[in-house]
């Protein structure tokens, strides 16, 4: 065999060897499957992080804690299986059916940007500001044939459901699954300016009783007297709030509200202080050992999972006041402890 016919022979199994990993990268890269994968997470100082005109944070870091979302897809699902400090989680759990990946991006950044705005909003109150904010749920779609499409237009801005005020975006879902599908409620509603109030049934969809509609939740802060600034990239959703809270708090007021301690945590905050359940909460922790924190804050839904994590203290805990006493009293047993 001349040399030219082998160096032609060998270009060929090149490309073709090239060709099969490109196809195999492709369908590891490229192929959705039905889960969203954890990865280890990260701690974030929010002493950098956030900056409050005109005063300096006392003594001590806080740092809110973050997880990797990546899609699901086949490289990452056996990454996650393989390595430990992942999370394999089913997507129809976390996310609509129909939700893009593009778009479930968009709303995780739309997530972070209302966990900000909510942060201001509890802790300036905290401090003893007069804020003044209002919270809507934004009807954006309403599923054809439900009482949702009878009842609402797309835009509508939903504040009250039975004279209880909207503060999350979960807030419709725990009222009416309070009760069996086909009950009543009574809803108040911005549309084009107008203060409108009805009553709206929900209907049986997917196993539970909803009204049948997607929307968005968002907060307004008509008065807000500090304009608190974010330094904080490539970390995005709504788990953040409790933590944003609590600094901008320490911050506006000066108080040591740790002792000097080093403090990590993780929470979504509701206008009214309520804390929310998070996703992740196991990598979370492991990223605040990491930072060096001593106390790991946690909605009081996540607690048992993570409970008996070694190497740091972990608080359940239901609001931004909760938080505050829990960091009160680990100020007050401290010495006892030999800490």
């Known amino acids: 065999m001349s040399w030219p016919e082998k160096r032609r022979r060998l270009a060929v199994r090149v490309a073709t060897a090239l060709g099969i990993l490109t196809v195999l990268f492709a369908l590891l890269m490229l192929i959705p499957i039905p889960y969203i994968i954890f990865a280890p997470g990260a701690a974030v100082d929010l002493n950098e992080a956030i900056n409050v005109p005109g005063h300096k944070p006392p ?18 699902y056996l990454t996650a299986k393989a390595l430990p400090g992942f999370e394999i989680i089913r997507r129809r759990e976390l996310v609509p059916p129909n939700m893009s990946d593009r778009e479930l991006d968009r709303e995780l950044v739309d997530a972070m940007h209302e966990s900000q705005m909510n942060a201001q909003i509890v802790a300036e109150r905290a401090a003893g500001l007069p804020v003044k904010a209002r919270s809507y749920f934004i009807v954006i779609k309403t599923v054809p044939g439900s009482p949702a499409a009878r009842c609402f237009q797309r835009g509508d801005r939903i504040a009250q459901i039975d ?13 009416t699954t309070a009760k069996a599908p086909g009950s009543r ?6 549309r084009a300016g107008r203060l409108l109030r009805i009553t709206c049934r929900t209907f049986n969809y997917k196993g539970k009783p909803r009204f049948g509609m997607t929307g968005q939740f968002s907060t307004e802060a008509y008065q807000l007297p500090v304009r608190v600034t974010y330094r904080v990239t490539n ?5 953040a709030g409790l933590m944003f809270a609590l600094q901008i708090y320490r ?4 108080r040591d509200i740790a002792g000097g ?3 990590a945590g993780t929470g979504v905050l509701s206008t009214d202080g309520t804390v929310l359940p ?32 070694a190497g740091i203290k972990v608080i359940p805990i239901k609001s931004f006041a909760d938080a505050l006493r829990a960091l009160s009293h680990e100020m007050v047993v401290a ?4 800490e």
């Open 251 to 254: 911050t506006l007021t000066g």
């Open 185 to 190: 409620f009574a809803l108040a509603f911005a």
């Open 163 to 175: 004279r209880r005020p909207v503060t999350d975006v979960n807030t419709l879902a725990r009222v």
């Open 235 to 239: 970390i995005n959703g709504s788990s």
């Open 335 to 338: 010495p006892s402890q030999g």
């Open 278 to 309: 998070v996703e992740g909460a196991r990598e979370k922790v492991r990223a605040a050992i990491k930072s060096g924190a001593v106390v790991f804050l946690v909605p009081k839904e996540n607690y048992a999972e993570i409970s008996k994590t």
């Open 59 to 76: 003594p001590g870091h806080f740092y809110l804690t973050d997880v990797g979302v990546l899609p699901g897809r086949p490289l990452y």
């Open 261 to 263: 301690k080093n403090i």
